[in-house]
């Protein structure tokens, strides 16, 4: 039997600047998870309700319009208040009025949330102080500045603190809202969520795994952007800076220099991190075991393998391969 058996609202704050998905993807998530109803006919088991800063339309970050279904001087009781992020937050008008208001009805809330920069718009009302708690990975030093109260965790998905609740980026905030899915109907229900939508019903690890394999392609200039892409396709072969080098036809002292400047790291980490981003595709697909994935990209041993995957995700690739699975919840 579900922990929960009567539906409960979760309130998620709207304003001018929001990042859309930091909405639109914990919402989905809650409006998939049902509760039995008569004669065994699943219903609804959360109301979703964005309540505005006002009655006017929320203009997000990427151009979608977000009309409120309420405003924060009429908003009805609340389960769950979930504070999205967005460059708005980080407006002064908007984060005096919207961490006013949080702070003025936390007392009534079961739970409080923030997903990736919404902890912008929590954090000033101390509800925070002495807590741990996490925020995307590209802000995480600019809030450890501002509220130095705050147990800052950069590499965290989301953090649990009493009933207090800190997202990372975007995405993550699918993650938090699988969690209180979770701790509301249990584990079989934030797995059938999941599923509906072909996402990870819990990801181990922290957020280097997902934000780190991108950057070397983003940040490299002219013909080195092609170089990431030759490595992911030669994984298997000699990929030592000698014949790197040659593949760019400088010096292997050239190539070195070359390679800090377009990804900030040597060609022995550059290739390491792409063997093991590669690893971690392949481990998805389920398709062959530890040892023929390790040998696949590159590593002389399963153990080499292994070490290096922990070190670089926080987890070995057997408990990687395995997070998807109803154990694992």
């Given amino acids: 039997m579900p922990a929960m058996s009567t539906r409960k609202r979760i309130g998620f704050l709207v304003y001018d600047g929001i990042t859309a998905l930091d909405l639109t993807g914990p919402a989905e998530a809650f409006a998939c998870a049902t509760l039995p109803g008569p004669r065994g006919a699943p219903r609804a088991a959360y109301e979703v ?49 919207a961490a006013a208001w949080i702070a003025s009805n936390a007392p009534r809330l079961r739970r409080v949330a ?7 718009g929590l954090a000033p009302t101390g509800l925070l102080d002495g807590r741990r708690v996490t925020t995307h990975w590209k802000f995480a030093a600019d809030v450890a500045t501002r509220f130095p109260k705050l147990d800052v965790a950069p590499n965290e998905l989301f953090v649990k603190s009493d ?7 975007i995405t993550a905030g699918i993650d938090l809202a699988l969690a209180l899915i979770a701790e509301d109907l249990g584990a079989a229900a934030a797995l059938a969520v999941a599923r509906e939508l072909v996402v990870y019903v819990k990801r181990d690890g922290g957020q280097a795994q997902f934000s780190e394999p991108l950057r070397f392609q983003a940040s490299a200039r002219e013909r080195f952007g092609e170089l990431a892409a030759h490595i992911t396709a030669n994984l298997g072969r000699d990929l030592s800076v000698d014949a790197l080098a040659d593949k760019m036809a400088v010096s292997p002292r050239q190539f070195s220099r070359q390679c ?18 590669e690893a971690r595709r392949r481990l998805h697909s389920r398709a062959g075991g530890i040892e023929r994935i390790a040998s696949s990209v590159g590593f ?13 995700f926080g987890l070995n690739p057997s408990a990687y391969r395995g997070r998807f699975s109803r154990s694992t919840l």
Avoid at 114 to 120: A, L, R
Avoid at 163 to 169: D, I, N
Avoid at 261 to 273: I, K
């Fill in 260 to 277: 800090h400047a377009n990804f900030g790291c040597s060609p022995a980490v550059l290739v390491r991190r792409l063997r093991l981003d």
């Fill in 114 to 120: 923030s997903v990736c920069t919404g902890i912008y």
């Fill in 49 to 97: 309700v964005t309540i505005g800063l006002d009655r006017r339309a929320c203009v997000s970050e990427s151009g979608v319009t977000i009309v409120p279904s309420t405003t924060i001087a009429a908003a009805p009781a609340l389960d769950t208040l979930i504070v999205p992020g967005g460059n708005g937050l980080r407006r002064d008008e908007i984060n005096r009025k």
């Fill in 163 to 169: 009933r207090f609740y800190t997202a990372a980026g």
């Fill in 300 to 312: 002389r041993s399963a153990d080499a393998f292994r070490r290096a995957f922990e070190r670089e």
